[in-house]
């Protein structure tokens, strides 16, 4: 009798713990968080010290005399310069006159120039960032447009080039393999695999319905296609959004999504043929403020996510989480805390101006982690990571 009440026990505590949001048992290659890493009754820090190897530079900040909103803020480095783009617009997010702005900066980051349009609104379509593409001699900027007035939202996807960073091509539509025109937004920077491979994922219209896509074109402006996966519909939109992805050291392919549900927890899904097929997103015990996010790896191999672990909408603090296997993240690293003096108050108002560090991206150079991000989106921010402090030490 005693064995059977253990039994029943620990069957019990078992569905309790998947009810809440852990791995299932047989889902081995999702992400997992370590038991202690992070304490989110700690509203400020979760726990964690600040790093004086830590630094943060600001990109671009809000002024009477500038526009109010910015954020999609995404970063890369292109024949020795720091380029940096973002969604501008005068108060609100997402308004008819959203325009796309970029600057660059010549001494890894110290300064910057004054910010210039990279793509501007039309009668038709208003512009967001969609980040960028390194590729020998050529820079590709994606620009996402968004048709005024379309119900419910939704955009497609173009490409421009460059050679130098300054003259640009004609802005064109990014193509699926079949010649069609993406209909759907290609979600920031597409993730290169070792064999050339690109791998990303796009908000389909019409809404914004996420699928993972890939392309073996190494230019990633055409020759698209669908991964198979079953997203959730929630209505004008999937449950799944705004993911990024990273790579485990046997190959498999982990995307981690925003979940639009508000379990404030990330969703993974994970592929073991280069993309061409994902599982269904399960919850994992990862807390997320039901905010864009963004993972990859590390020079060495590891596998890093950039987010706000909180238990609600709170958009701080802004933690580095690594992982040697892409699997257990058991190290967690403070960017940016909630405390007075380093979140500072937001200065103008606007429709979702959102107090905290908001979208962040991540890239590598020169030794250095640099992850960008809109602070209370108004002020574009960049705080630097060098790989080879001893925060970042294994």
């Given at each position: 009798?005693?064995?059977l ?15 809440a949001?852990?791995r ?8 997992l968080?370590?038991?202690g890493?992070?304490?989110t ?5 979760v ?11 600001t990109i671009?900040k ?9 954020n999609?803020?995404v970063?890369?480095a292109?024949?020795?310069k720091?380029?940096c783009?973002?969604?501008?617009s005068?108060?609100d997010?997402d308004?008819?006159?959203?325009w ?19 793509a ?19 820079l590709?900027?994606f620009?996402d ?40 937004v ?15 994922a ?8 996420i ?8 230019s ?8 198979l ?6 209505g ?8 990024s992805?990273y790579?485990q050291?046997d ?41 864009k996010?963004?993972a ?11 987010g ?20 257990v993240f058991?190290?967690?690293i403070l960017?940016r805390s ?23 991206k ?12 809109s602070t209370?989106?108004?002020?574009v921010?960049c705080t ?5 402090s001893?925060?970042?030490?294994p």
């Amino acid at each position: 009798m005693d064995k059977l009440l253990i039994l029943l026990i620990g069957l019990c505590c078992a569905i309790g713990a998947e009810g809440a949001g852990e791995r299932p048992p047989k889902d081995r290659h999702l992400p997992l968080l370590a038991d202690g890493v992070v304490d989110t009754t700690n509203h400020e820090t979760v726990g964690l010290q600040p790093d004086n190897s830590i630094k943060t530079i600001t990109i671009f900040k809000a002024g009477e005399d500038t526009d109010h909103y910015a954020n999609g803020v995404v970063m890369t480095a292109f024949k020795g310069k720091l380029y940096c783009m973002w969604q501008s617009s005068p108060k609100d997010e997402d308004s008819d006159d959203t325009w796309v702005a970029y600057s660059m900066s010549s001494d890894e980051g110290i300064t910057w120039s004054k910010p210039q349009p990279l793509a501007l609104p039309t009668e038709d379509y208003y512009c967001t960032s969609g980040g960028w593409l390194v590729r020998g001699d050529t820079l590709t900027a994606f620009i996402d447009t968004w048709q005024k007035g379309l119900e419910p939202r939704g955009g497609k996807t173009n490409y421009m080039m460059s050679t130098d960073g300054e003259a640009w091509s004609q802005m064109l539509p990014v193509r699926m393999a079949d010649g069609s025109v993406m209909e759907g937004v290609l979600e920031q920077d597409p993730y290169p695999l070792p064999d050339g491979r690109l791998i990303g994922a796009s908000h389909f219209m019409p809404g914004l319905h996420i699928c993972p896509v890939f392309t073996d074109d190494p230019s990633g402006v055409r020759g698209w296609r669908k991964g198979l996966f079953e997203s959730e519909d929630n209505g004008k939109q999937s449950r799944e959004i705004e993911p990024s992805q990273y790579r485990q050291p046997d190959g498999t392919l982990v995307m981690l999504f925003r979940d639009q549900k508000s379990s404030f927890r990330k969703l993974a899904s994970v592929s073991k043929d280069r993309g061409e097929h994902w599982s269904k997103s399960v919850m994992t015990n990862i807390p997320d403020a039901r905010t864009k996010q963004c993972a990859g790896n590390l020079p060495d191999g590891r596998s890093f996510m950039i987010g706000c672990p909180a238990n609600d909408k709170r958009r701080w603090p802004l933690v580095l989480h690594l992982s040697q296997d892409g699997i257990v993240f058991d190290k967690a690293i403070l960017l940016r805390s909630g405390l007075p003096g380093d979140l500072l108050p937001r200065r103008y108002e606007g429709r979702y101006k959102t107090l905290g560090y908001n979208y962040p991206k991540a890239m590598t150079y020169q030794g250095n982690l640099y992850v960008s991000y809109s602070t209370n989106k108004e002020d574009v921010e960049c705080t630097v990571i060098p790989l080879q402090s001893k925060t970042m030490q294994p």
